[in-house]
């Protein structure tokens, strides 16, 4: 069987290091027949400010982006098949997903199958204007392929695990055009110079998560999952997660969660260089810094019409807060710490913190 | 010799595909399984939006499950 029909009204907000951004969605699925569906989201992004190392050679951003994903979905026998199109649209990078999706069901329906197919072009730019007055430089493209296979598979009648495997290849202009490496440079006044990124125009990665869900004694449910990344840019990431699931009576659900991640930096990336042009391919882009991060979650939902209403099944408000802490070993703070005290290469490294808020009402039907 | 060591390993595949898998656990013993806990994400808008604030801060990126699009998100 499809899912139920739905739809959710959702709010979001991103709180943190120096930006904050906030989100607004709408989402409709329904069902054309029993075995067909369709399924559509609007998706819009409010930024306000931006990350420290843009901040360190630009003004304040302000953005909206826009998506737009539309999905339809059919069922026959064990399989099911799904497409879908993702476009989105910010005023300097626009952004168009197709996806194509199998899923199977064998072996008495104890074990789910599923392989997956996206492609991605999107056109990046570069707003050389103000936040009111954008001019905005298209500098080219990118193309994303990935590929997934996943595999669900029931245990127990307590347990179930699953296993995913993720290829993904870029090409194209594959660096973020807000940010600049930096070099020593005893001619300025801060002791460095500022160049442009220049990355591969190639990138392949390879990322697999494992991940187990077990129904404990009581009503309740414990999850925990490992991801392991690595890619051709040097990077390799580890992701530990572990969450626990606890209904109480009909009307509530509650959830927290505990996640930690940590990554080494990429091989051509460097706060510093010693000179310019020190070798062929540079960044300094935050992201492909070592770094960590932990992430503390909590969320309940609320079934206010757990029997429904009018024509709904099921009405729910469901809340979700994460607080974050961001902290990087070769990313250094170089917009609140330089000259005469600091001088380029001994700033404190980077860290900040984050607060996630999600806000949503779903109703069944 | 070669041509064994092809022969073997889909044989073996025949043999197994010959077999029907019986479930171990029976569609009686899923109840638990059918329960809303159990799912692998409940909120499908909530886990994509959570997956795109990751995947804008960290190297990784893939294998969560979700397709998503791409951003120039700073």
Redesign the interface.
């Known amino acids: 069987m499809l899912p139920d029909d739905r739809a ?1 009204v ?1 709010y ?1 907000k ?1 709180s943190g290091g120096g930006m904050d951004i906030t ?1 607004y ?1 709408a ?1 409709v699925r329904k069902k054309v027949t029993e075995n067909f569906a369709i399924e559509a ?1 609007y ?1 819009v ?1 409010k ?1 306000s400010g ?2 420290v190392d ?1 901040l360190s050679q630009a003004s304040v ?1 302000k953005d909206t ?1 826009k ?1 737009k ?1 539309v999905s339809v979905e059919y069922l026959h026998d064990k399989t099911t098949y799904n497409a ?1 199109f ?3 649209v ?1 005023r ?2 626009i ?3 197709a ?1 194509i ?1 199998l899923s199977q069901d064998m ?4 074990t789910t199958v599923t392989l ?1 197919f ?1 492609r ?1 072009r ?1 056109k ?2 570069e707003n050389n204007g103000t936040a009111n007055v954008p001019i905005v430089n298209w500098l080219g493209h ?1 193309d ?1 392929r ?1 590929y ?1 296979v ?1 595999i ?1 598979q ?1 245990l ?3 347990l ?1 695990a ?1 296993i ?5 290849t870029d090409s194209g202009f594959l660096a ?1 055009p ?1 940010r600049s490496v930096r070099f020593l440079d005893a001619q300025t006044p801060k002791g460095y110079g500022l160049a442009s990124q220049v990355y591969p125009d190639t990138r392949t ?5 494992t ?1 187990m ?1 077990y ?1 404990l004694p009581y ?3 414990v999850t925990g999952s490992y ?1 392991f ?1 690595r ?1 051709t ?1 040097g ?1 390799i ?1 580890h ?1 530990v997660e572990l969450d626990y ?1 606890h ?1 109480i009576g009909k009307e509530w ?1 509650l959830e927290g969660r505990a996640r930690y ?1 940590r ?1 080494n930096s ?1 091989t051509f990336y460097s706060d510093l260089f010693a000179i310019a042009g020190q070798q062929n391919f540079e960044a300094r882009d ?3 810094a070592s ?1 960590n ?1 932990t992430t503390i979650g909590v969320k309940a ?1 609320w079934a206010f019409r757990p029997d429904g209403w009018l024509f709904f099944k099921r009405m729910t408000l ?1 809340g ?1 807060i ?1 607080r974050i802490r ?1 902290s990087y070993s070769n990313f250094r703070d170089i917009r609140d710490f330089g000259v005469p005290q600091y001088t380029p290469g001994s700033e404190p490294l980077y860290e900040f913190s984050a607060t ?1 808020y ?1 806000i ?1 009402m ?1 109703a069944f039907f | 010799m070669r041509s064994l060591t092809r022969v073997l390993p889909l044989s073996a595949l025949l043999l197994l595909g010959a077999c029907s ?5 029976k ?1 009686y ?2 109840d ?2 059918a ?4 799912a ?1 994400d ?5 886990a994509a ?2 997956d795109h ?2 995947e ?10 979700g ?8």
């Open positions: 959710d959702f979001s991103y989100g969605s989402l989201n998706f992004d930024v931006a990350s843009v951003i982006r998506q994903t879908s993702i476009q989105s910010e300097d990078y952004s168009n997903t996806h999706s072996f008495g329906d104890l997956g996206s991605t999107d990046v730019g990118a994303t990935n997934d996943g669900s029931i127990t009648k307590n179930i699953g995913n495997f993720e290829v993904v973020n807000y990665s390879t990322a697999v998560q991940q869900k129904y009503r309740a449910a991801r990344f890619d840019w990077i990431g992701t699931t209904p659900i991640y990554q990429a935050q992201n492909l770094q991060n939902t469901t979700d994460e961001f996630v999600q949503f779903s | 898998i019986q479930p171990w656990v569609p013993e899923r638990r399984l329960d809303p806990i159990m692998w409940r909120d499908a808008v909530s939006y959570l604030i990751r804008s801060r960290e190297g990784s990126r893939g294998a969560t499950g397709a998503g699009g791409g951003c120039g998100c700073n």
